[in-house]
T-cell receptor, first 114, second 116 residues
Framework: AQTVTQSQPEMSVQEAETVTLSCTYD???????LFWYKQPPSRQMILVIR??????QNATENRFSVNFQKAAKSFSLKISDSQLGDAAMYFC???????????FGKGTSLLVTP | DSGVTQTPKHLITATGQRVTLRCSPR?????VYWYQQSLDQGLQFLIQ???????AKGNILERFSAQQFPDLHSELNLSSLELGDSALYFC???????????????FGEGSWLTVV
């Protein structure tokens, strides 16, 4: 089974600054999907960004962007101009191209300070 | 709003009891997934259904069962409940129409289960 590792249990960033959350994964597949989900205190799971492994271009969604390094099996999330509302647990997730369930990392808790 | 609807939002029940959690997937989505999130654990995949058929099984206990009905809604049945079953249970769906929608899994708001 594919494993997803988030090595940073907690991160902190000042408002308006930039922070990068790390994620690595282990797979023998060549085609797959990667995701970042945000879970605020309400505990709702919100999709932040997705990346298809066959695409070389890094995905971007407004202030959120990824650095996808396929050979290194690395998928980091960069949050620019951090806002107080970005404070949440962030989960990295892997999904096989064959369309089965997501495998999640253990999450990184992001604190945003004024 | 993800379009995935879960009921009930909160549930308190006693040990040994049985409960049913209900999920309505996004319109057009054929796949339904169930996940469990305990306080001290991450998201654990329980089971997946696709168009009424079981497709994949994760760490689902024998005391738990699920099904997906012809109208594509799904139910997760939890029986002989123990204190350790207290958790947030998510339903998610995928497989609808539109670009990329089949590859992304969308989550409901979850059902909070407290076993006392």
């Amino acid at each position: 089974a594919q494993t997803v590792t988030q090595s940073q249990p907690e991160m902190s960033v000042q408002e308006a600054e930039t922070v990068t959350l790390s994620c690595t994964y282990d797979t023998s597949e060549s085609d797959y999907y990667l995701f970042w989900y945000k879970q605020p205190p309400s505990r709702q799971m919100i999709l932040v960004i997705r990346q298809e492994a066959y695409k070389q271009q890094n995905a971007t969604e407004n202030r959120f962007s990824v650095n996808f390094q396929k050979a290194a099996k690395s998928f980091s999330l960069k949050i620019s101009d951090s806002q107080l509302g970005d404070a949440a647990m962030y989960f990295c997730a892997y999904r096989s191209f064959s369309g089965y369930a997501l495998n999640f990392g253990k999450g990184t808790s992001l604190l945003v300070t004024p | 709003d993800s379009g995935v609807t879960q009921t009930p939002k909160h549930l308190i029940t006693a040990t040994g009891q049985r409960v049913t959690l209900r999920c309505s997937p996004r319109s057009g989505d054929l796949s339904v997934y169930w996940y469990q999130q305990s306080l001290d654990q991450g998201l654990q995949f329980l089971i997946q259904y696709y168009n009424g058929e079981e497709r994949a099984k994760g760490n689902i206990l024998e005391r738990f069962s699920a099904q997906q009905f012809p109208d594509l809604h799904s139910e997760l049945n939890l029986s002989s409940l123990e204190l350790g079953d207290s958790a947030l249970y998510f339903c998610a769906s995928s497989g609808g129409q539109g670009a990329n929608s089949g590859n992304t899994i969308y989550f409901g708001e979850g059902s909070w289960l407290t076993v006392v």
